[in-house]
């Protein structure tokens, strides 16, 4: 079993349109991370949150520690944000990085 | 600041040859790390370092070696390469490791071995 695992593992979605990507993991961690990445292959971090909530324009992610358990929403989805969103988590005995498969997300106009 | 920068962007290599992926940054990050990002994986962590003079192998590591001789550099060597050593290969730093630190990532290098 994979410690991150996303859920979609691809969505396409209507302009406009509420979208909520899981993330799932199975270790402790320090810190949780939401990372996009571009059709032209740059990954660029979008939160890293150890608690609650944090919201940045139309995205917004959640955590909740005790379920282990993150959700990474856009609201008013646009074509632009057509991208992988990636889901990484920074525990283990290390404390480097795990990550999630990404989902893919193509939003239509 | 420039961030993060790899060079190069793309490379082709023979089976059996040996190169060097540079990554730099200039942010005075004491972490550093090498992925590798395969179709159908989520990226994995090749090696690390927390600071000049300090690497450590990830997931990852066999066929890539690293060094850390200053702050801003961390090059990653593949000696022999190898048709399984096909990947876009991501360069990352943050702060401090194990701390929730936001990571930055370098454009990528994009390897080919035939």
């Known amino acids: 079993k994979n410690e991150v695992e996303q859920s979609p593992q691809n969505l396409t979605a209507q302009e406009g349109e509420f979208i909520t990507i899981n993330c799932s993991y199975s270790?402790?961690?320090?810190?949780l991370h939401w990372l996009q990445q571009h059709p032209g292959g740059g990954i660029v971090s979008l939160f890293m949150?150890?608690?609650g909530k944090k919201k940045h324009g139309r995205l917004i992610a959640t955590i909740n520690i005790q379920e282990k358990h993150s959700s990474l929403h856009i609201t008013a989805s646009h074509p632009r944000d057509s991208a992988v969103y990636i889901c990484?988590?920074?525990?283990?005995?290390?404390?480097?990085?795990?990550f999630g498969k990404g989902t893919k997300l193509s939003v239509k106009p | 600041n420039a961030g993060v920068t790899q060079t190069p962007k793309f490379q082709v290599l023979k089976t059996g040859q040996s190169m060097t992926l540079q990554c730099a940054q200039d942010?005075?990050?004491?972490?550093m790390s090498w992925y590798r990002q395969d179709p159908g994986m989520g990226l994995r962590l090749i090696h690390y370092?927390?600071?000049?003079?300090?690497?450590d192998q990830g997931e990852v590591p066999n066929g890539y070696n690293v060094s850390r001789s200053t702050t801003e550099d961390f090059p990653l060597r593949l000696l022999s390469a190898a048709p399984s050593q096909t990947s876009v290969y991501f360069c990352?730093?943050?702060?401090?490791?194990?701390?929730?630190?936001?990571?930055?990532f370098g454009p990528g290098t994009r390897l080919t071995v035939t």
């Open positions: 949150l150890s608690s």
């Open positions: 990484a988590v920074t525990g283990g005995s290390q404390g480097n990085l795990i």
């Open positions: 370092s927390v600071g000049a003079g300090i690497t």
């Open positions: 270790v402790g961690i320090s810190a």
């Open positions: 990352a730093s943050s702060h401090k490791y194990r701390v929730t630190y936001e990571q930055y």
């Open positions: 942010m005075n990050h004491e972490y």
